[in-house]
């Protein structure tokens, strides 16, 4: 099993320990940057999609099945090379975090925008009613509202581009899976396969796990929480 | 204007086109084989995760579990050089098959295993969600009918979950389809390690001796409307489905009322 038992493997690691947290380091801050590039690409997109006005919801749409269809690698490829043949190169980590927020600004567009069209339609008309501007019925009417429907699958989201990072691997990126690959071939540390991807995958698996548990008990809770009050709409609904 | 001309002529060369279809038809054919393997996998998966609850069996649900949880949180990449290292290959496929070398064959198993192994994870959890979606009443209502447990899911329970699920499982074939891609990074044969590929040897295609930024636009602009083209359709019938199934729901609704 290349090295799982082997001290002198374990040792290897253990003596190259900084190289995976600096691995992790770099992965956390591409996930970082990217996701706050992604919200304000996914905000704004998500607002575009449900403004009502038919030019801004067809960008918003375009955007989000042209990105959404396509995968992120090639993406990635896309725009490092475009940039590196016509002479603009950007470094490998900006280029990753580029395309991670535009990656993952279609997924969140998408999330926003469901969250906005939970909040029932009378709240929109209760807000345009009580004179408030456009800016003022989204970001303290009806924004508000639906952050607790857009919370739990953002969470999802933070766990995806955690694991896309991934993806900086082809364009020789230095996040973790990079690192650990370098490492598991690299000449001077080579061979130990087993114990260098075994604690790669527990470094991702301590990250994600909480994450994405928390996501689906969050989501299962909304779900619980929904059906009791949807009941009661219903029944509200069926005695007027 | 000559760069361009250059980088068209890249994909209208007849041999260079066939060698990037092929390429597409592998992707395609990579992505349904592991989404129907892991429909298989992961329906066993989904089932002792939500049924094995009683004594002994319970050390099963929590392999399951634990199964389904660590490759739901690491990413592909890892699984894929895992598998090149530590899966073995079957001997029969060590030679020239479908056109390939025995070193790409032994390479497109490997990797296709991993795909295998991350899709099955993603997908128990949607078979899951269409168990969870089937009304307990139906388990009591086979149980009154005299059904073993057996029955009660082959029969009643198996098929409404699938039907539940035929939207999301589409969406999985779209979602595996561009992790296919990820098999890019260790250049199995598919879509985008040819395009790669190609790019790498442009300038022998293009007539100028050099790669220049617009091969590179042409090659992954042609990549993006093959993978757009294919994902466009499936998500489109996703939603017709969507719309079908919520349709007949709201018709359901109303007569209940």
Known sequence: MAGLFSANAWNKIWVYRETFLLGLKNTAIS??????????????????????????????????????????LLQMCFLYYALAFSGHSLGILVTGILSLGIYHGA????????????????????????????????????????????????????????????????????????????FVTGESTGGAYAPAYLVSGLLFFLVCCPLSSLASMWEISLKKREGRSGGMDKRTERVA | METIRGSIAIITNKA?????????????????????????????????????????????????????????????LLWIFICLVFCPCPGF????????????????????????????????????????????????AGHSQGFGIVQIMVYIILPQAYRNIVPTLLSQVITTIKDSSYLANVATIELMARIKKILSSAQKYNGLGTVNVSDVFVLFGFACLIYFAINFTISFFVRKLQKKKSDTVSVGRRAEA
């Open chain 1, 31 to 72: 996930a970082a940057f990217g996701l706050l590039l992604a919200l304000v690409i996914g905000v704004l997109l998500g607002l575009f999609a449900t403004s009502g006005k038919r030019p801004l919801a067809v960008v918003a749409r375009i955007y989000v099945e042209f990105i959404q269809n396509t995968p992120l």
């Open chain 1, 107 to 182: 997924y969140v567009a998408e999330v926003v925008r469901a969250g906005i069209e939970a909040v029932p339609k009378g709240q929109f008309e209760a807000a345009y009613s009580q004179g408030f501007g456009y800016p003022g019925r989204m970001f303290c009417i009806i924004l508000p509202q639906s952050i607790k429907m857009i919370l739990p699958p953002m969470v999802n989201q933070v766990v995806n581009i955690f694991k896309n990072t991934s993806c900086l691997y082809i364009v020789g990126g230095a996040d973790l899976i990079s690192i650990t690959y370098s």
């Open chain 2, 93 to 140: 496929l060590e030679r020239k098959l479908f056109g390939l070398s025995s070193a790409e064959v032994k390479l497109l198993f490997k990797t296709s295993v991993a795909l295998i192994l991350f899709t099955s994870s993603v997908i128990a959890e949607i078979v899951r969600g269409g168990l969870n979606s089937v009304a307990q009443r139906q388990f009591e």
């Open chain 2, 16 to 76: 260079v086109l066939l060698y990037l279809l092929k390429g597409v038809a592998f992707t395609v054919i990579i992505a349904l084989v592991a989404v129907v393997i892991g429909l298989l996998f992961g329906s066993v998966l989904a089932l002792v995760r939500n049924y094995c609850n009683s004594g002994k069996t319970r050390i099963f649900k929590w392999l399951a579990v634990a199964y389904i949880e660590i490759f739901r949180n690491t990413p592909l």
